[in-house]
C-alpha cells in the first residue's frame, strides 16, 4: 500500500504542468486585518483549552503518523525516519486499518462546536482524511489493481537529492532501507490481483524509472567518503536491489499478458460516487457536478459563439465563415494563437508580468498584497524537468525557511516544430491566464495567505478543490475586473481556458460512470473543447489512471463563484468584493462548503 497520498501531495495542477505540493509556510510581514470582517464569530469567547487541548491532540496525532507511515513523513519533509522502509504487506494494511479507527474513536469526542474556525475545520479535515483511507484500503482497493503503487524510486530519490544532511548520512540512510527492498517487491507481488491493464504499463514504464534512480545511487555512492565496509555493504545491497526491481517489471510484464478476467481501468458509479465525496468534499454529488458542468460548457460555447462572429472580420478577412460553430470558434482560435512570444522570450515575458499582476490586483482593489514578498520566477532546474511548463513551488511545510518559486520550463529542449506548437498553446492570451492561475491572484497569493495562519493539518491534508478552484477562480476574477483590455480576443481565448476546465469534470464523469471510450473522449477533446491532438491524448491517458482529481477545478471554482452570489445576495450593499477574497482565503485550504459554513 502506497503511503497515505494527501490531496495537496498529488497534486497535479493543470494537466501537463508540473505537479508540486502546494505546502508551505511562506512568511509574510502584516496579517490579513481585512480577512476577519466578514468572518463568522469572534473567537474570543471560545475556551482557550480546547483550543489547545485540540493543538495536543493534533501534534499527537502526527507524531504517531509519521511512526505508522514514515514515507509520508519523508515527503512532507521530516527526515527522521527515513531509515524506515515501510513493507507494503497485509500486516502493514492491518496495522493501518487499527490506527484509524484508535484515531477515528478519539476524533469522534472533539466537540467541533468548542473549537475557533480555524481548528474546527482541521477537525473535520482529519475525520475526513482518515475516513477516506479506511475506505481506499477496504473499498476502494487500488493495492490490488493498480501495481504502480509499488515503486521505491520516490523516496530513493527524494532521500538522495535532498540536501537535509550531508551526502555519507543521506547514503547510510538509503543502505538502512535498501534492506528491505525484497520485502517489498515481494508484498507487492502477494497484494497484485488482477490489475489494470493500463495501470500496469504503466508500473513496467516507471520501474525502468526505478532502476535508473537505484543507479545513481550506486554512481554517487562510488565518490562519497563512506568507510570501506560501508561502501561494500551499500553497493551488495544496491546490486541486490536492481535485481529485485527487474525481476518485478518481467513480472509485471508476463502478469500482463495472461489471459483471464481483468479489472477495468473504470471505477463505474459506486466507486467514483464515493470517491468524489471523499476528495472533493463538496456540497454537490458527482451527478450533480456533472450537470452543472454540461450547463457551463453550453453557456461557454455560446459566448464564444458570439465572440467568434465579433472577431471573424477583424481576423480572418474574406475566409468564408464555416456554419457549424466549432469549426468557426476553432478557426478563429487557431488565427489568434499565432500571436506569440518567440521561444527565448518565454520564460522573460513570465517573468515580465509577475509585477504587473501585482499592481493590478492591488489597484483594482481585488486583494490585500504584500509588495515586499515578489514570487521569483526561475528557470525549472534541470533535474525537475521533463514535464513542460510552469508552477509554483513551495516547501513542504517543515522547511519554512526554504523560498517559494515559480518554476517556469524554457523551451530548450523542444524540436522547432513542439516549440511552435508549445507556442501557440501558451499565446499572448493563454500565458497571461497561466500566470493569473499559478502566480497571481492563483496559487502563489493564496498559499500566503494560508500561510498567515498556518495548519499544519491543512497544508497535510487540505482541500485540492479549494486551491484548484481558487486558481481557477482568479482568472475569473481578473477577467471581470477587465484585466487584459476586456477585449474579444481576451475573453475568447480565457473561454477556451475555462472550456477545458470544465470538459475535465465532464470527461471524468463520462470516462469513469457513462463508459465513453477513447475515440469518443479524442474527438469530444479536439473538435468541442478546442484542444490538440496531443494535448487530447495526454488528457486520455491521465483519466485513465486517474479518476475524480480532474473535477477538482471546476468544482472548487463553481462553488467559490456560487458563494460569491449568495454573499452578494445576502449582504446586498455591503458586499465587498475585497473582503470576500480575503474571508474566503482567510481559511486555509478549507472546503469550499465548509468555508461556507464558517461564513453564515
Ligand atoms: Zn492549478
Ligand atoms: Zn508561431
Avoid at 513542504?396 to 507556442?423: I, K, M, W
Avoid at 497561466?434 to 497569493?445: K, R, W
Avoid at 477587465?482 to 475555462?498: A, D, F, I
Wanted: net charge positive; proline share 6%.
Amino acid at each position: 500500500m502506497k503511503p497515505w497520498l494527501p490531496v495537496l501531495l498529488s497534486l497535479a495542477c493543470i494537466g501537463s504542468l508540473s505537479a508540486t505540493p502546494v505546502a508551505a509556510k511562506h512568511p509574510t510581514k502584516h496579517p490579513a486585518k481585512q480577512a476577519t470582517k466578514q468572518a463568522t464569530k469572534p473567537h474570543a469567547a471560545q475556551p482557550k483549552s480546547a483550543s489547545a487541548k485540540f493543538d495536543a491532540l493534533s501534534a499527537r496525532f502526527l507524531q504517531e503518523l509519521w511512526q505508522i507511515n514514515p514515507d509520508f513523513a519523508v515527503s512532507a519533509g521530516r527526515y527522521e525516519l527515513a531509515g524506515k522502509m515501510v513493507v507494503p504487506d497485509a500486516a502493514n494494511q492491518a496495522k493501518n486499518r487499527q490506527f484509524i479507527n484508535r484515531w477515528l474513536d478519539i476524533l469522534r469526542t472533539q466537540d467541533a462546536a468548542q473549537l475557533p474556525a480555524k481548528q474546527a475545520t482541521d477537525l473535520a479535515l482529519l475525520k475526513n482524511a482518515l475516513e477516506s483511507q479506511r475506505w481506499r484500503i477496504d473499498t476502494l482497493r487500488e493495492h490490488e489493481w493498480n501495481p504502480s503503487e509499488y515503486n521505491i524510486a520516490g523516496l530513493t530519490d527524494l532521500i538522495l537529492n535532498t540536501e537535509y544532511a550531508p551526502l555519507p548520512q543521506r547514503l547510510r540512510t538509503l543502505t538502512q532501507r535498501l534492506k528491505d527492498v525484497p520485502a517489498y517487491y515481494a508484498a507487492a507481488r502477494q497484494m497484485i490481483k488482477q490489475p489494470t491493464h493500463v495501470h500496469t504499463q504503466l508500473a513496467i514504464s516507471q520501474n525502468a524509472g526505478a532502476i535508473s534512480v537505484l543507479k545513481a545511487v550506486q554512481k554517487s555512492a562510488q565518490t562519497a567518503p563512506l568507510s570501506k565496509p560501508e561502501q561494500q555493504l551499500l553497493q551488495r545491497r544496491l546490486v541486490t536491489a536492481i535485481a529485485t526491481v527487474q525481476a518485478y517489471g518481467e513480472w509485471l510484464k508476463k502478469l500482463d499478458l495472461q489471459a483471464g478476467p481483468r479489472r477495468p481501468f473504470r471505477l463505474d458509479k459506486a466507486l467514483y460516487q464515493q470517491k468524489f465525496g471523499y476528495d472533493i468534499q463538496s456540497s454537490l454529488s458527482a451527478d450533480q457536478l456533472y450537470q452543472q458542468a454540461l450547463e457551463a460548457r453550453d453557456t461557454a460555447l455560446a459566448k464564444m459563439d458570439e465572440l467568434a462572429d465579433q472577431l471573424w472580420p477583424k481576423h480572418m478577412g474574406d475566409a468564408v465563415k464555416p456554419g457549424d460553430r466549432f469549426d468557426k470558434i476553432g478557426q478563429v482560435i487557431a488565427k489568434l494563437s499565432q500571436n506569440h512570444v518567440s521561444r527565448e522570450q518565454f520564460v522573460p515575458e513570465v517573468k515580465r508580468q509577475i509585477p504587473e499582476l501585482m499592481e493590478w490586483v492591488i489597484k483594482h482593489d481585488l486583494l490585500t498584497m504584500d509588495p515586499s514578498k515578489p514570487l521569483e520566477v526561475r528557470e525549472t532546474p534541470l533535474y525537475q524537468r521533463g514535464v513542460a511548463g510552469a508552477g509554483i513551488e513551495a516547501p513542504g511545510p517543515f522547511r519554512p525557511q526554504d523560498r517559494t518559486y515559480y518554476n517556469v520550463t524554457p523551451l530548450d529542449a523542444y524540436t522547432p516544430e513542439q516549440a511552435e506548437s508549445e507556442l501557440r498553446e501558451y499565446n499572448h492570451w493563454i500565458l497571461q491566464i497561466l500566470n493569473i492561475h499559478e502566480a497571481i491572484p492563483g496559487h502563489y497569493t493564496q498559499l500566503v495567505y494560508a500561510n498567515r495562519s498556518p495548519s499544519l493539518i491543512k497544508s497535510l491534508f487540505g482541500n485540492g478543490a479549494m486551491i484548484e478552484g481558487w486558481a481557477v477562480y482568479g482568472e475569473r476574477m481578473m477577467m471581470e475586473s477587465g484585466y487584459g483590455g476586456n477585449t474579444p480576443e481576451m475573453w475568447l481565448m480565457y473561454s477556451k481556458w475555462n472550456l477545458r476546465t470544465i470538459c475535465n469534470t465532464i470527461l471524468d464523469y463520462r470516462v469513469h460512470v457513462l463508459g465513453m471510450e477513447q475515440d469518443e473522449a479524442l474527438r469530444f477533446l479536439t473538435r468541442e473543447a478546442f484542444q490538440t491532438e496531443a494535448e487530447a491524448k495526454g488528457k486520455w491517458r491521465r483519466v485513465q489512471l486517474t479518476s475524480v482529481q480532474l473535477t477538482s477545478y471546476f468544482s472548487g471554482y463553481a462553488e467559490i463563484m456560487a458563494l460569491r452570489e449568495e454573499r452578494k445576495k445576502a449582504l446586498g450593499d455591503k458586499f465587498n468584493l475585497k473582503a470576500f477574497h480575503e474571508t474566503v482565503l482567510g481559511f486555509g485550504s478549507a472546503p469550499v462548503r465548509m468555508i461556507r459554513e464558517l461564513m453564515q
